[in-house]
């Protein structure tokens, strides 16, 4: 198997996204969870997503996944790499985008590595090196209230720079209205100074177009899905991949009982829990239950059991900020996330072993901690629910299984109904 592109994705959800954004633009596409083992059986396809969880994880165990990723991909033959993260860029000043980029840039040898995390499909638009989320500031969004990574400085060349060893430079739209040449020139330009990375301004789809086309010429960059459609319309249009237009894996019905885990504290996920509760039963578990020692999940695991038969439950760990914020007060941030995503996979778990097939999941974090527990390989990637949210077949472990896996801020108010729909 040689690959056109290779991707490292630092959270589940993440790579579902970007997995989905590259099918429907018409490269065949597979999504792994961790490096895949030599032995597993590997599909034809234009494009790699190897799914990591290391978006909130010390930055030092970051690096070295994502060095072996990169490794792993380009001895599949990928020219290019795209280090995939949020496209609200959620990072801490400690990294981890800066670090990996960092090492990622030493490793292939890149002189400069442009970086955007714009999609404007999904509200996320970058101006004179300031990441919008919709018509607000990132620091005036939701985003603020991150429970795990708050994020306080639209200015991602402020906010790169406190994270890696390089300086940052800003390519701004000016350029990028201008064509791929005038692109070319400004990277040239401060490469010559020095500068080792530049933030790209994307307002419009055409903008991911111009930056894919000058990306694809390098071998390393770093942004969001939206600098993965840019270099997915690049391959096609350059006749590097041939377009698989059609797009989407389907397969044979799988059937059986399903189910929704939510554990994200978005808006998005709070409105699309609030919308469910009127058509399917919900279970709320209790945090303070979980980070005491009560086995809430059992408790969860008894009440779903007896109404899977009936149709489909969603079990749901989210929380509004405020009771987000008072439960980290008393238990500590990283212990009441850990415990609380522990939780999640353990009810996903005995769910899968109770006869679920079909398992819709909410939350970055949450999604990874289910993924793991479930040691399910890699997925193909199929028909979208939502914007950046496809079906996932399983392959390996897990076969005859399908997933969602979503990110706390995508899809709309019917989201869980809407993917049970397609997932048959």
């Not at 690959?3 to 959270?11: E, K, Q």
């Not at 402020?158 to 201008?178: E, H, K, N, P, Y």
């Not at 979503?406 to 709309?412: E, R």
């Amino acid at each position: 198997m040689t690959l056109a592109l290779g991707c490292i994705a630092d959270d589940y959800t993440g790579a579902s996204d970007l997995a989905n954004t590259l099918t429907r633009a018409g490269l065949r596409t597979l999504q792994t969870i961790g490096i895949p083992a030599d032995d597993l059986a590997l599909p034809e396809v234009d494009a790699v997503v190897v799914s990591l969880k290391s978006r909130s994880i010390e930055a030092g165990l970051a690096v070295s996944r994502s060095r072996a990723a990169e490794t792993w991909l380009r001895g599949r033959g990928a020219s290019h790499v795209l280090f995939k993260i949020c496209s609200t860029f959620d990072s801490t000043d400690a990294g981890n985008i800066g670090p990996v980029m960092d090492a990622l840039r030493d490793d292939c040898g890149e002189g400069i590595v442009l970086v955007t995390p714009a999609f404007p499909e999904t509200g996320r638009t970058v101006y004179q090196g300031n990441l919008f989320v919709g018509a607000v500031p990132l620091n005036e969004s939701p985003l603020k209230d991150h429970p795990l990574n708050p994020m306080h400085d639209s200015s991602l060349v402020r906010v790169l720079a406190r994270q890696s060893r390089t300086q940052i430079g800003l390519v701004d739209l000016a350029a990028v209205t201008r064509g791929a040449d005038a692109v070319r020139a400004r990277l040239a330009e401060l490469a010559g100074k020095g500068i080792g990375a530049a933030i790209i301004d994307a307002v419009f789809d055409r903008d991911l177009e111009t930056i894919g086309l000058v990306a694809a010429e390098h071998r390393l960059s770093v942004g969001a899905s939206g600098i993965g459609l840019g270099l997915a319309r690049a391959l096609v249009s350059t006749g590097k991949v041939k377009s698989n237009a059609a797009g989407g894996e389907s397969g044979a019905a799988v059937g059986g009982p399903a189910a929704c885990l939510a554990g994200s504290c978005s808006q998005a996920t709070l409105k699309q829990i609030a919308s469910a509760e009127q058509v399917m039963p919900v279970f709320h578990l209790d945090p303070d239950r979980i980070l005491t020692g009560a086995d809430e999940a059992q408790r969860a695991l008894d009440w779903a059991r007896p109404r899977l038969a009936e149709g489909p439950v969603l079990i749901a760990s989210s929380s509004t900020p405020d009771q987000v914020a008072a439960l980290q007060a008393r238990h500590g941030r990283d212990a009441a996330g850990h415990a609380i995503e522990q939780a999640m996979a353990d009810i996903a778990e005995n769910l899968v072993k109770s006869g679920v097939r079909r398992l819709v999941v909410a939350g970055g974090e949450t999604s990874g901690a289910v993924v793991d527990r479930l040691r399910i390989p890699g997925f193909l990637v199929g028909v979208e629910i939502a914007a950046g949210v496809p079906v996932l077949r399983a392959v390996g472990a897990g076969g005859g299984m399908l997933l969602a896996l979503k990110s706390g801020n995508f899809g709309g108010p019917e989201f869980f109904s809407d993917a049970l729909r397609l997932m048959r």
